[in-house]
C-alpha cells in the first residue's frame, strides 16, 4: 500500500469497516477511506457459507421503528429483498409460547397462567424502587411473568445478574396493556411488539447483501489493514496498519473504541483508561447445525430461557426464504453468549457445539436419528453489557475523544448496544454533519 499524505489526499480515514464505516463512506460527499483488519467488510453483517448454506452470523432482520431509516435499507436492495412475518416463540417447560412470552399466556399450565395474570393485574412490587433490571423488571412485569421468562432469558443473553445490569435500555421493549394481557391469558390473540412483527431480509446473498449494496458505487476501501496506531502531528492524523501508514486530515472510529485506546498517542490520561477497562463485552458462539428435511420450516426462531441449555436462541434460517439453504435441508443456527468477549482466550467451539447438538436433540428441537452437520465459530464482539456504571464510563469515552478531535460510530465505535437501523441512521447524520462542515 502507498504511503498518502493527509495534504495529498485529504479525505476521511474511516477506521473499520462494518456496516458503521461503510454506511458512513455512503452518505459522505467528500473523499474518504475505509481501513478494515478482515478481507472483506461488513463486521457483524458479514455473511457465513457452509455446507451450502448462506446465514448471518446470529439471523439479521430488518426492522425499525423509524419508517424513513428502514424504507432507505429496503431501497438500497432493489428486488433483493423480501418482506416476512415474524413467527418466534419461546420453549418453556417442554411447550411453545408465542414471542413475546406475555402475549401468550394462555399457552402455559393453568395455574401458571393464573399466577402470571393475577400478579400482573395486582402487582405485589408495582412500588419496588427501581435500581437495576431485576427491580424494573418485577414492578413492570410482575413477579410470576419476571421469573418465567424475562431474568431467566435476560440473565442467560448477558451472562450477569440482572441485579447487576441497568436499566437504560428498557425503553426498547414495549410494554404490554392491562386490556392485552386479559386477552393473552383467555386466549384472544395480540401480537406485541409489532415494530418487528414484519421484517424485511435480503433474498439471496445474506445480511451482506445489504453491504455489498452500499459498497456498490464508490468504494474507496483498503482490507487486512488492521489498524495498529492513531497520532496526531500538526493537524494530520498518522494511522498506522498492517499495511502501511496512511494519513488524513479527519478520522472516524468504527472500531472497537477501547481497543483504540489503548493505541492512541499520546496516551489518554488514566481515568479515561481506566473507563476503558470496565467497559464489558460478550462475546458470541454460533453453532450452524443442518439436517435433512422434510418440512419446510415453521417458525424464525426458539428462544430457550432454561439456564441448564447453551443456546439462548435457535433460528432457521431457511424460514428467510429458499435461496438461502439447499431445498432438502434444514439450517438451524444456535446462538450462545460468553462473558469477557475480546478479553478473554477463544472458546472450544467444537465442544459447544457437540453439547448444544445433544441438548437440541433431547429438547427434540432438532430430530434424533437424522444425520447433522455441525460448524461452529466465535465472534469476540457480541454484546455491549450494560452493568453498573456503564453509561458514566461511555460518556467519558466518548468526550475524551470528541475532545481529542476523533469522531466515534456504530456498535463499537460509540460502544452502545445499536441495531443496523440506528447504526444506519446515525451514519446518515455524521455524513451530514462532516459533508457541511467541508
Ligand atoms: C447475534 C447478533 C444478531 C443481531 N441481529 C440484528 C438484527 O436482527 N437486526 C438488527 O438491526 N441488528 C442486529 N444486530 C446488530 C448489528 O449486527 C449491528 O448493529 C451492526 O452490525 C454494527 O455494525 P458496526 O459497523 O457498528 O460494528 P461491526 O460490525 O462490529 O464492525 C466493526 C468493524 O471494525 C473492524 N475492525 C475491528 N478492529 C479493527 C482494527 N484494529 N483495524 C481495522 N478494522 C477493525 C471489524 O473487522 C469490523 O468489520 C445483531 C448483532 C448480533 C451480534
Redesign the pocket.
Known sequence: MKKNTGKEAPGIGI???????VALQHFLRVPSEV????DR?????RSWEADGVVCD???????SRDGETLKEMVDILGVNVEKHFRRNSIFYRGRFVKYPFENDIHALEPEDRYRCLKEFLFNPEAGREVRNLEDWSYRMFGPALAEAYFLPYNEKIWKHPARELGTEWVERIPRIEADDMIKSAVGVSTEGYTHQLHFYHPREGGIEALVRALMRNRPRLITG????GLERNNGIWKVKTFKGEREYPEVVC???VN?MLGFLKPAPPPEILEAAGRLKVNG?VLVLITYPRAEPADRLAVYIPDPEILPHRVSWVNYLGGRLVPPNLHAAMA?ITLPGGADSEAPDVNAIAKKTTEQLRRLDLIPSGVPVKTRAIW?P???VVNTHGYSRDRELILEYCRETGIETL????EFAY????A?WKKARLLAERMNKDR
Do not use: Q
Not at 477506521?15 to 464505516?21: E, I, S, T, V
Not at 456504530?410 to 465505535?413: K, L, Q
Open positions: 477506521l473499520g469497516g462494518g456496516l458503521a464505516g481501513l478494515e483488519k478482515e467488510p461488513g463486521g457483524l453483517c452470523r446470529g439471523p439479521h432482520i430488518m426492522f489493514a488492521e489498524v495498529t468504527c472500531l472497537p481497543e458470541l446462538e465472534e464482539y457480541g454484546y456504530g456498535r463499537w465505535g445499536l441495531n443496523m437501523d447504526v
